[in-house]
């Protein structure tokens, strides 16, 4: 019905950088909010960033000031643009949505495989 489809993670050095993307595919009428989200090993999953429709974004305060997040509704992709890269920030990131389907009605997607970020000290 809807995917999600994350890229772009890898193994970094502190201080660097990586960007990620989250495609959103299937039968969607149009998204509201987008998110990352990022689970550390033996943590639990806790939210990174969000963006509304209309741009409107929320941080961590562990990544505000380093984490840029945006989409391009067209092409229903969300972005993580993350900078100086810490050793802490290392975990697997997902993206999730919150949209309307062509059915109309409301849908959280589920969460997507995601991809793993890996920063080195």
């Known amino acids: 019905q809807v995917q999600l489809v994350e890229s772009g993670g890898g193994l970094v050095q502190a201080g660097g950088s990586l960007r990620l993307s989250c495609a959103a595919s299937?039968?969607?009428?149009?998204?509201?909010?987008m998110g990352w989200y990022r689970q550390a090993p033996g943590k639990q999953r806790e939210l990174v960033a969000t963006i509304t429709s209309g741009g409107y974004t929320n941080y961590a305060a562990a990544v505000k000031g380093r984490f840029t997040i945006s989409r391009d509704n067209a092409k229903r992709t969300v972005y993580l643009q993350m900078n100086s890269l810490k050793p802490e920030d290392t975990a697997v990131y997902y993206c999730?949505?919150?949209?309307?389907?062509?059915?109309?009605?409301?849908?959280?997607?589920?969460w997507g495989q995601g991809t793993q970020v890996t920063v080195s000290s």
């Open positions: 999730n949505a919150d949209l309307l389907l062509n059915t109309g009605r409301h849908h959280v997607t589920d």
């Open positions: 299937g039968s969607i009428f149009s998204i509201n909010v």
